[in-house]
C-alpha cells in the first residue's frame, strides 16, 4: 500500500498522515492513533528512500569499525551489538559499519560528522584521553559515546561506574583477610580499565595495603592472555590469594591457570570477576560459581542506542546532553569463600 493510497482511505491528506507516521507534534494524538492503526492493519511501510528525502535523515547510525581490531569476532563486542540491533529495530532504523584503518579513524570521524552520511555515531571503547571524542563535540552530528572520557565540553554518554564496582569488589576481599590482591585488567590506556585500576588501587590506599605495581596485568582481551597474566602473578612472592579479574574471558584462562600450578580457585586463591552477562559464559555455571560485579553489556547496547535515537529525535545540538550510568551489582559466590591455611 502506498502513502497516497493510505491516505485516501482515512479521508486525510498525504502530508498530514506523513506527518503523523513521523511523530510531529502538530499532529493530534487521536488523529495519529487513527493513522498508526490502520497503518498497521493494512502492513503499510513507508518507502525508504522517500521517507528520507521528506525528513532529511538517512535513517541509519554509524559505527566506525576499526579493521585491525577484528571486533565482530570479540565477544564482547557481538552482545553489546545485539543490544544497538534490538533497539534500531524497535525504532525502525538500520546501522552503517564503515570500516576503516586505525590510522585514518580519526578522518573518518570528520568526514561522517559533514558528510550526512548517518544520522548519527556510537562511539565505543573510549581512551583516557578520546580525540574522537574531541573532534566530533563541536560538530553538529548527534554521537553518544559508550563509556567516558576526560573532555572539557559536556556530551551525551552510557556507562557503568567501573571505578565504584572495582572499589567494592576490592573491598570485599580485604574484609575477607586478602593483603595481597592481583588484578587482571584490560588495556588501562581504555577508559574502562584504567577506572577499574583507579578503584582497586584507591581501596587499597584507603586500608593501609601498600599498593604493588606488579600485582597489576593488562593485556588483550583472551582466554590466553588471562592465563598468562594469572600465571604471572601466582610466580609473585608473596603470591597473592585473591585475584579480581576484568572480564570472564579472562577468567577462563586464569581459572586454567590455578589448576595447572595445583590450587584451587575459591579455596585457595579467591575470584572476582566483572561479568557482562555473555549468555554462553555464565558466572554460576562455573566451578565453583564465581563472584562478580555485573552490568549486562547487551543493556548498555540497547540503552545507548535509544539516547542517540533521542539526540537524533530532538535535532537540537544546544540541547541538554544525556549522561546515564548504568546500575552494577556485586553478586557474591562460591568464588571467594573463606581460604585454607
Not at 68 to 91: C, D, M, R, S, T
Not at 209 to 225: A, H, R
Not at 330 to 338: A, K, Q
Request: hydrophobic share 35%; net charge negative.
Amino acid at each position: 500500500m502506498s502513502l497516497k493510497e493510505l491516505s485516501q482511505r482515512l479521508g486525510l491528506s498525504q502530508t498530514t498522515v506523513s506527518r503523523a507516521l513521523n511523530g510531529y507534534p502538530e499532529v493530534s494524538e487521536r488523529t495519529r492513533q487513527r493513522v498508526i492503526q490502520l497503518a498497521r492493519e493494512m502492513n503499510y511501510r513507508p518507502n525508504p528512500s522517500a521517507k528520507s528525502l521528506a525528513t532529511g535523515r538517512t535513517e541509519h547510525i554509524g559505527i566506525v569499525l576499526p579493521i585491525e581490531k577484528n571486533l565482530f569476532v570479540e565477544p564482547l563486542f557481538g552482545e553489546y551489538l545485539a543490544g544497538v540491533a534490538q533497539f534500531l529495530a524497535e525504532a525502525d532504523m538500520d546501522i552503517t559499519v564503515i570500516p576503516t584503518p586505525l590510522s585514518q579513524e580519526l578522518e573518518v570521524y570528520e568526514q561522517l560528522a559533514m558528510s550526512g552520511r548517518v544520522d548519527g555515531l556510537l562511539i565505543s571503547s573510549p581512551a583516557v584521553n578520546d580525540a574522537r571524542v574531541a573532534s566530533l563535540v563541536g560538530s553538529n552530528l548527534p554521537f553518544v559515546v559508550h563509556g567516558r572520557t576526560h573532555c572539557d565540553q559536556t556530551y551525551s554518554y552510557c556507562d557503568i561506574d567501573n571505578q565504584g564496582a572495582f572499589a567494592r569488589a576490592t573491598r570485599l576481599l580485604i574484609e575477607l583477610g586478602h593483603q595481597h590482591i592481583g588484578l587482571i585488567n584490560g588495556d588501562q590506556s581504555l577508559n574502562y580499565a584504567n577506572d577499574r585500576y583507579l578503584g582497586y588501587k584507591s581501596t587499597l590506599e584507603q586500608y593501609s595495603i601498600t599498593y604493588d605495581p606488579s600485582l597489576c596485568v593488562q593485556g588483550e582481551i583472551t582466554e590466553e592472555s588471562g592465563f598468562n597474566a594469572a600465571a604471572q602473578l601466582l610466580m609473585h612472592r608473596p603470591r597473592p590469594s585473591a585475584l579480581l579479574i576484568s572480564n570472564m574471558i579472562f577468567a577462563l584462562g586464569a581459572m586454567r591457570a590455578l589448576r595447572q600450578h595445583g590450587l584451587e580457585p575459591g579455596y585457595d586463591v579467591a575470584i572476582i570477576v566483572h561479568d557482562d552477562y555473555l549468555p554462553y559464559l555464565r558466572a554460576d555455571k562455573f566451578d565453583p560459581p564465581l563472584t562478580t560485579t555485573s552490568s549486562p553489556i547487551r543493556k548498555a547496547g540497547y540503552e545507548i542506542t535509544k539516547m542517540l535515537h533521542h539526540e537524533i529525535e530532538v535535532d537540537d545540538t544546544a540541547h541538554a546532553k544525556q549522561q546515564q550510568l548504568l546500575e552494577v551489582e556485586l553478586i557474591i559466590r562460591g568464588s571467594t569463600r573463606i581460604r585454607r591455611n
